[in-house]
């Protein structure tokens, strides 16, 4: 099912006429109503971006300036007309603070309600939406794109699994949104206390905000007994709903281009890239009130595309994010980033999901090592953990060494982001 039929399925053409348009509006906005561009954007006239390649002579605007501007300072509205705060951490723990005007929650709403359309969602069914409620935005966001949609939301929130397991199996819920390693924990659960997955009521799982690898897929689609696809989102755009996979090729998330025009530029240069290069994802939100963004720098790496789909939807589609630019590992002079490990140890059916890369440093060189949950049976099965280190050096190209643990060793996730990386380095 299709949400919004006419936007998502616009000629490419349409759609980037569309783009345009909204661009050439968005920058007289901003210059209008935000100091930040006003200065930056001097020398910027509407009238000279001809083309969605003039987009290139814009600046990037990057995570930096909202926290210079710290909290509202790059809102274009006034404080009366914002209707909602929300607010991310990060990694380094300074929070960047992101508004909503009641037209953005209505977008917000909109998007998510397309996002579990993709998804294979329909009206009338029920959603047990495990992610956090409060100021991530992944909770109220898919929480009112499924009331927009039609569907029952369960505002379940994260964590308490045991609680989630008891509400799955009475309210009998079709759809399960949470995170990708908070749904494994769940399937974890269920196999533990014999529940089949044909058993378990869910259908289709709409799993993001943070990166996950096809090997994970299929151990939670086995796990849960759903199809599941990958929802992607950032707060500073909007949240979740900025793209998501459809159901039925699960082949990249469609963006929702006419409200977030994505680029791909070079890491190093920031020179735009083109179609299927691999490259920093950049957002500029062509229709947000509260906080407009041009050209923003999300630090995630990924790639485009804007062939058609089986589902009908002319919506480019990005793979799936390898990882941020600030997560990449450097281990003996290889970029490594930790979905590459995930995907080569998955490769091994012996081990597990549950895995932390724990960086540590000998000396002037940084060493990594991934933990890894076997089941009683392997536990010092020195051939097995030859055989994982061997894995890994094949596909990542540096050693990577490898502990095999008991189950419950590494931290599971309660329902927020996981952190699979633990550094030493600075202990
Ligand atoms: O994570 C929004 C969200 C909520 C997305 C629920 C999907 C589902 P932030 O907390 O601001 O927002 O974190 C944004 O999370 O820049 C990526 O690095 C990462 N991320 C989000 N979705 C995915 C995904 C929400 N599907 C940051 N795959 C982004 C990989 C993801 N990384």
Redesign the pocket.
Known sequence: MIYEPEAETRPREQLRALQLDRLQSLIEYVKTRVPLYRDRLANVDPADIASLDDLRRLPFTRKDDLRDTYPFGMFAVPREEVVRIHA???TTGKL?AVGYTAADIDLFARVNARSLAMAGGERGMTLHNA?GYGL???GL??HYGGERMGMAVVPVSGGLTERQLMLITDFRPDVI?C??SYALTLAQAFRERDVAPEKISLRYA???????TEAMRREIDAGLGVRST???????VI????SCECVEERAG?HVNEDNFLPEIVDPNTGEPLSEGEEGV?VFTTLTKEALPLIRYW???ITSLRSDPCACGRTLARMD??K??AD?MLIIRGVNVYPTQVEAALLQLPELTPNYRIVISRSGTLDEADVEVEVSEEFLGDEELRARAEARLRESIGCSIGVRLSARGSVPRSEGG?LQRVLDRREL
């Open positions: 991310s951490s990060g960047t992610y991530f935005t992944g966001g898919l949104a995170t990708p709409v799993l993001g905000a943070e990166p996950w990958n929802i992607f989102g950032l707060s500073e949240g979740p709903g900025v998330a994802l999300t630090g995630d799936r994010i990882g941020r997560d982001k």
